[in-house]
Each structure stands twice: as structure tokens, then as C-alpha cells.
């Protein structure tokens, strides 16, 4: 995923986690024909969107995303790559990103499990969230249960 931050603060891409014991908030960014939100929280730097499309998604920049630098079409097709889910979009005539039918999950050669269709996934304290897509950890060594942090043996990191 994108790695810098978002621009304003509410939002950065550091690597996941709480602000204050807190969920850091999804940023969105509006453009003309489409809206990419994005959650900090759960982006593991795939980079997927900065080399799918840099004129869209540039981390040296600020606001690092600009929906308004390519065709809504084609971020949209860009935002799907995002493994973890941790991209998203609604275009302006409201439509977003159909789950992928049937869900699918495959596991990584590292181990992680990468899932796709129509998710309500819980975390350890409890909170829902829904999605299309996620990456959650497949070895147990995650501080970020259930998701992958890449801190264990699945993150690639050899625990």
C-alpha cells in the first residue's frame, strides 16, 4: 500500500495501530468522479497502489492520494489490487467494490491468508469490520490479531 502518510494527520500510514489506545480514523479523499478512502490501521505496504498507479498514489506528496489524477475506472481497478483491504472507493454515482463471489482465501507461501468476498471480520476487542478484502495472520504472532502485522513467521519476518 502507501507508505508515506496521509496528508492533515488524521490519517498516516505509519504501520498500523492506535493513536492513544484509539482506532486511527479512515481518511478519505474526494475527487471529481470517485472517493478513496484509506485505513492506516490495516495497510501492511503491499505498495500495490503506488507502482499500479504513482500518479495517483505518491507518498513524497501531500495529500498522497489525488483521485483526481487518472480516470475513476482505472483507480478503481488500482484500489482492487490493495490485499488488505486497507484501500477502498465509492464512486459518484455511489457505487463501491462488489465482494468477490464466492469468498475466496488463499494462503501466502509465508503463510498469511489473504481473503476476498464479504467479510465481517472481528478483532480481538471485539470490533466488526466489513470489507472485501484482508490479510490476517497465519501463524499466531501478530500483535494485531486477527490481522497480519508482518511481526511473526507469516509476516515474513521470521517471528
Known amino acids: 500500500m502507501g507508505g508515506g502518510g496521509a496528508g492533515g494527520g488524521t490519517g ?3 504501520g498500523g495501530g492506535t493513536l492513544g ?3 486511527r480514523p479512515v481518511r478519505a479523499y474526494p475527487g471529481d468522479g470517485i472517493t478513496v478512502s484509506f485505513d492506516a490501521e490495516v495497510c501492511r505496504h503491499a505498495a500495490e497502489c503506488v507502482h499500479g498507479l504513482p500518479s495517483v498514489f505518491d507518498t513524497a506528496k501531500r495529500p498522497w492520494i489525488m483521485p483526481d489524477a487518472a480516470e475513476p475506472g482505472v483507480i478503481a481497478e488500482v484500489v482492487r489490487r490493495c490485499p488488505t483491504g486497507a484501500l477502498t472507493y465509492r464512486s459518484a454515482d455511489g457505487g463501491t467494490e462488489a465482494p468477490e463471489r464466492p469468498t475466496t482465501v488463499r494462503r501466502t507461501a509465508d503463510g498469511r491468508l489473504l481473503l476476498r468476498g464479504q467479510l465481517r471480520i ?5 470490533e466488526v469490520r466489513e470489507t472485501t478484502r484482508a490479510m490476517l495472520c497465519g501463524c499466531g504472532g501478530s500483535a494485531g490479531q486477527p490481522y497480519c502485522d508482518r511481526s511473526g ?3 515474513g519476518h521470521g517471528g
Open 12 to 14: 498516516g500510514a505509519g
Open 21 to 23: 489506545g484509539r482506532r
Open 122 to 126: 472481528a478483532d480481538a476487542g471485539g
Open 153 to 155: 513467521a507469516c509476516g
